[in-house]
């Protein structure tokens, strides 16, 4: 029923910064947890960021002092905002929400190039 939707992937160049956003249709205090995922090709999806319902957030260690995720509750959205960016980085990046099932975004490319 809730539908979650990425924007603001791209091209960009090693040390760039970008700014996902993962807007939903309702409010986003329905999730227990929010989160951001990525996938490489060939490599399975991993988990990048969680923001837990009352506020704290985690990390994967490989985007830790980089990544920042949080939300704005009356926009009903998530962001993750990427700092000094790695060609490593480069995936789908996917938007998460978990009440009593899991939800999903269509995934946003972020490329970046060394």
């Known amino acids: 029923q809730v539908q979650l939707v990425e924007s603001g992937g791209g091209f960009v160049q090693a040390g760039g910064s970008l700014r996902l956003s993962c807007a939903a249709s309702?409010?986003?205090?329905?999730?227990?947890?929010m989160g951001w995922y990525r996938q490489a090709p060939g490599k399975q999806r991993e988990l990048v960021a969680q923001i837990i319902r009352g506020g704290s957030t985690n990390y994967a260690d490989s985007v830790k002092g980089r990544f920042t995720i949080s939300r704005d509750n009356a926009k009903n959205t998530v962001y993750l905002q990427m700092n000094s960016l790695k060609p490593e980085d480069t995936a789908v990046y996917y938007c998460?929400?978990?009440?009593?099932?899991?939800?999903w975004g269509q995934g946003t490319q972020v490329t970046v190039s060394s």
């Open positions: 998460n929400g978990v009440n009593l099932s899991d939800y």
């Open positions: 309702g409010s986003i205090s329905r999730f227990n947890v």
